[in-house]
């Protein structure tokens, strides 16, 4: 128990290591990441002005929830990418055979080195776009000391909960060759209902509910709701049980999945 | 009991193929078929083929990656198919034209990754990681990335990878694909001394004849599915019916020699090759023809292990 812990410990700091290398890339996207926030930030705030109160948020909520969101774009990536990537590619190429046949979990594997791409990106481009933001906007923070501590939870439960959907994305690869447009349609989903384009806080009706029990809540507006203090009290640690199940939920499916992929591949021979 | 057994494995696959519009066919194509043999501890085998022969099957087979259709597989006592994670523990594999390394990362992290997924102690990393580093010369590449080694280095470094753990049998599945000569060369030296030193069974697949001619004291040959040879290299020289060349330089050029069983294949001015079956002695035809022609000079071609090789191939019929 413990080796396995400090093997997923050594995949995670590899993985960080990893993306660390590419810095101009992780430049680059911090540059659009804030200019992308200040833009988003000026719609919010005509929104909020001519509608003040709309989904509960006032203006300087609106705006926090902005640079949240682009804060967290990389960090859960919303629209695919990290080690679920490296999983697909590997089953197009057949290198997922050496994936197999090595004493380890998949699953653990990927999760490992998905968390420590995680950990990077939003050290990187999570926190640098914030600092811009900060400067340049009036923003809410986490009144005390265990709202930040529970943001901390939600945003690690976020990437997770990202993660077994991008696994299970992947994974199709193993049954459609090439999952691109799996992916290209999971990220539309991920995008609308992670509440990266409209707050879910603002989608009408039944749209609204159905939107918060979807996975994606998690992504975005679950950790926004917990930092801007609209979950008080225990609300937030009901916020964090949700992403939890959605956790456990998809983790197991993707365990289940991966179970058939691997009789695939062995018994039917790819 | 042998390290590896395999008793009549086969593997077929079921392929669908479109036909015309909608309509769909299956078909069902044959890996291999009915193998048998058995490798002894400590043994290096040659497993050579042409392409689609069955190679890359029979070791994705004794990895445990894919199950046989039928027939008894075992290697080091286990069934790799439902014993993999315990079995990848006691074997090592080198695909040649894939790594089991981490491309954006330095050699050494690589090798530290696998040194925490075969849990691998201390002592005997240490000690491994100097061998390995001192007789595949990796000293100077192991802060490298491994997307910027070159062929020959990558491979050194997947074979060090593949050895880490002290594995009991090692498949290597065309080892020396694409490296220059003197990299092969070397590595060949690293397989024999491993082989030797460590008591490590091997088997070899390769297009390679030369490294088969230099490590492998036996040879197993696939063909379509089917083992159609399985022994020593003069066994495999025996059988097949390649011949041998005398090349005879005379002092002028004349008609083309005619002596003991032998036929005249080519004349050239004063050269003309003459061949001869392979079990013969040269000497009485030398003798024969030294005594009746004004000879300058003589030589003799042997036949390539590639030349019986390639009768084996064309020999045998084609199904399907």
């Known amino acids: 128990m413990r080796a396995t812990v400090s093997l997923w410990f050594a995949v995670a700091k590899r993985s960080f290591r990893r993306y660390s290398t590419y810095r101009a890339a992780t430049l680059a996207g911090i540059f659009t990441n804030s200019v992308f926030g200040i833009i988003i930030c000026f719609v919010y705030i005509a929104v909020w002005s001519e509608n003040p109160g709309a989904g509960g948020y006032d203006a300087k909520d609106a705006v926090t929830y ?75 923070y986490p009144a005390d000391l265990l709202l930040s501590v529970q943001f901390a939870i939600a945003v690690v439960l976020a990437v997770t909960v990202s993660f077994g959907v991008r696994m299970l994305v992947s994974a199709s690869a193993f049954w459609l060759l090439d999952d691109t447009g799996v992916k290209h349609l999971a990220a539309i989903f991920a995008m609308f209902f992670s509440g990266l384009t409209v707050p879910l806080v603002l989608f009408p009706g039944w749209t609204g509910d159905l939107a918060t029990v979807l996975p994606w809540a998690s992504y975005l507006q679950v950790p926004a709701d917990i930092w801007l203090g609209k979950h008080p009290g225990t609300d937030a640690w009901a916020a964090l049980a949700f992403q939890a199940a959605w956790t456990i939920a998809l983790l197991w499916l993707c365990h289940l999945v991966l179970g058939l992929a691997n009789r695939k591949v062995v018994v039917q021979g790819g | 009991m042998s390290v590896i057994e395999v008793q009549g494995v086969s593997r077929s696959f079921v392929v669908r193929r479109k036909v015309g519009w909608l309509g769909r066919e299956r078909e069902t194509v044959h890996a291999v078929r009915d193998l048998h043999f058995g490798v002894e501890r400590g043994e290096m085998v040659g497993y050579i083929g042409p392409n689609g022969a069955g190679k890359s099957t029979t070791i994705k087979m004794l990895t445990g990656i894919l199950v046989p259709t039928s027939g008894r597989l075992t290697v080091a006592g286990m069934v790799p198919s439902t014993q993999r994670t315990a079995l990848a523990r006691r074997i090592g594999v080198v695909f040649g034209q894939r790594t089991t390394l981490w491309w954006d990362l330095p050699l050494r992290d690589s090798f530290d990754l696998l040194r925490r997924i075969y849990r691998i102690p201390d002592a005997r990393y240490r000690a491994n990681m100097a061998t390995f580093t001192e007789l595949l010369d990796l000293a100077e590449i192991l802060d490298t990335p491994v997307r910027q080694l070159s062929l020959g280095q990558r491979m050194r470094g997947d074979i060090a990878a593949a050895l880490l753990h002290d594995p009991e049998v090692v498949y290597l599945d065309e080892p020396t694909i694409g490296l220059d000569v003197i990299s ?36 197993m040959v696939i063909d379509k599915g089917s083992l159609v040879f399985d022994g020593s290299l003069d066994g495999l020289h025996a059988l097949g019916d390649a011949r041998r060349t005398l090349v005879v330089d005379l002092v002028e050029p004349g008609e083309p020699i005619r002596s003991l069983g032998a036929d005249t294949v080519k004349v050239e001015g004063p050269r003309q090759w003459l061949t001869f079956a392979a079990d013969t002695s040269a000497a009485p035809l030398v003798a024969d023809i030294a005594r009746r022609y004004q000879v300058a000079d003589l030589s003799i071609l042997e036949p390539s292990i590639e030349d019986v090789i390639k009768q084996m191939y064309t020999r045998t019929p084609r199904e399907g």
């Open chain 1, 66 to 140: 902005a640079w949240l969101g682009q804060a967290m774009i990389m960090t859960v990536a919303v629209w695919n990418g990290g080690a679920t990537d490296d999983l697909a590619a590997r089953i197009k190429t057949g290198d997922v055979a050496i994936d197999l046949y090595r004493p380890v979990s998949l699953l653990g594997w990927y999760l490992a080195s998905d968390l420590g791409r995680a950990l990077y990106h939003l050290l990187t481009r999570g926190l640098a776009p914030t600092l811009v933001g900060a400067a340049l906007f009036d923003l809410r």
């Open chain 2, 184 to 219: 092969k060369s070397s590595l060949r030296d690293f397989l024999r001394e491993t082989n030797r030193e460590r008591g490590v069974t091997i088997l070899l697949t390769t297009h390679d004849l030369v490294d088969i001619e230099q490590l492998c004291s036996r040879v």
